[in-house]
């Protein structure tokens, strides 16, 4: 049976991971850079993860959510407290685009209403609503087209509230990432979160923070919508949640209350789940990986732009992108084959960065060696 390539393949197995490095069946050894899609949060193979994981699989791995899992009230206990929000709900679930389906069907739920506001560039997953509220038409199948979701201009403030005086009373949602991630890292300026809170308040509609990517402290804060100091209704979460144990989840605010069979799941929560969010929590904790995000992301991008070759260099801690002209469009294929480092992309010509939050910073320079050498190598 032929296997669906589900992206491009690069011809590599990888056989063996640690901290921020991977090897393949060869013996190689990679810097990764990319972290399998920013889902590498704590690095690869972390003992205290891979000690959590196992203990648990030897004494229960999965129970449906019809009996009590302590697990999950200690998850959500350690999230309250790490993510500053110890008053919201937790929902859990197993990725990226189902908290982001749930966020948006208990946003209808509650308003009552249909019309959910997204921005161009915006990815939110392949599910149907996640992809209906995604700025991709060649991933939106015909079942998925519908007249609710209202597209706008992202950072583009007026637009917002032209779209809120005129139809605010329809809007069940407006779904934002803090910083867009396959978009290209772009990062929502503080005033627009600032103005999305605003209006969403003011016309009983529900902020979601979408922050499968930008979550999680990637960006130097738990949630990089927090950089704007705004509080969101609903925040979703998967990617470093789990460190590669399929993981996601909401954050529900007070105000919204789910009835039972708004949201539900099988897999949800599983006790194996658990013990992967709570290893990856404990690590955060315990090594300070936030602020390491903040100090190794500042680092890095500092060096960035003194390479005059680089354009934008952007981001907020070690959620890091920049774009390379076009004589250097080979740059990312170079890196990967001939340094042996992991980066992500987005088209058409940018250059992401989506490390483990504990890199440090003689990788970040190994990483900026091996660029300057694949730069004048064009040259
Ligand atoms: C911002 C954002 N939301 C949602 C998703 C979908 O997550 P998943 O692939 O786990 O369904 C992604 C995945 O890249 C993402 O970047």
Request: aromatic share 8%; proline share 4%.
């Amino acid at each position: 049976m032929n296997l669906f390539d589900v992206y491009p393949i690069n011809e590599i197995t990888i056989v063996k991971a640690k901290g921020s490095y991977v090897w393949d069946q060869d013996g190689q050894q990679y810097l990764d850079l990319y972290g399998g899609h920013a889902v590498i949060s704590i690095g690869h193979t972390h003992p205290h993860y891979v000690q959590r994981i196992t203990d648990q699989l030897g004494k229960v791995g999965f129970y449906s959510n019809s009996i009590r899992i302590p697990l999950q009230q200690e998850l959500a206990d350690k999230l309250g407290k790490v993510s500053g929000r110890p008053d919201y709900q937790l929902f859990l679930c197993n990725s990226g685009a189902e908290a982001n389906e749930n966020a948006l069907k208990l946003a209808s739920f509650h308003t009552g209403r249909k019309k959910i506001v997204a921005f161009r560039k915006s990815f939110h997953g392949r599910t149907s609503l996640a992809v209906a509220v995604t700025d991709n038409p060649a991933l939106v199948a015909p079942v998925n087209q519908t007249d609710n979701v209202i597209f706008l201009p992202f950072n583009d403030q007026s637009a917002l509230e032209t779209c809120f005086q005129q139809q605010g009373d329809e809007i069940a949602a407006v779904i934002v990432e803090g910083i867009q991630g396959v978009g290209g890292i772009n990062e929502a300026s503080a005033p627009f979160l600032q103005a999305i809170s605003k209006l969403t308040k003011k016309h009983g509609s529900v902020f979601i923070a979408d922050s499968v990517q930008c979550g999680y402290g990637r960006s130097g804060k738990f949630f990089s919508h927090d950089h704007a100091g705004v509080d969101a209704d609903i925040y979703s979460m998967a990617k470093g949640m789990g460190n590669g144990f399929p993981v996601g989840g909401i954050l529900i605010a007070p105000h919204i209350r789910p009835k039972h069979g708004m949201l539900g799941t099988t897999f949800g929560g599983n006790h194996l789940a658990c013990a992967a969010a709570l290893a990856v929590l404990e690590v955060i904790q315990q090594e300070n990986l936030i602020a390491n995000a903040t100090e190794t992301g500042n680092y890095l991008m500092a060096q960035l732009k003194k390479i005059p070759q680089l354009e934008q260099v952007r981001g907020k801690g070690l959620m890091i992108g920049f774009d390379v002209p076009e004589q250097l469009r080979d740059l990312r294929k170079n890196l990967l084959w001939n340094q042996h480092i992991f980066t992500g992309e987005a088209k058409p010509n940018t250059i992401r960065l989506l490390p483990s939050l504990a890199l440090r910073k003689k990788d970040a320079d190994e990483f900026l060696e091996a660029i300057e050498e694949e730069i004048h190598a064009f040259a």
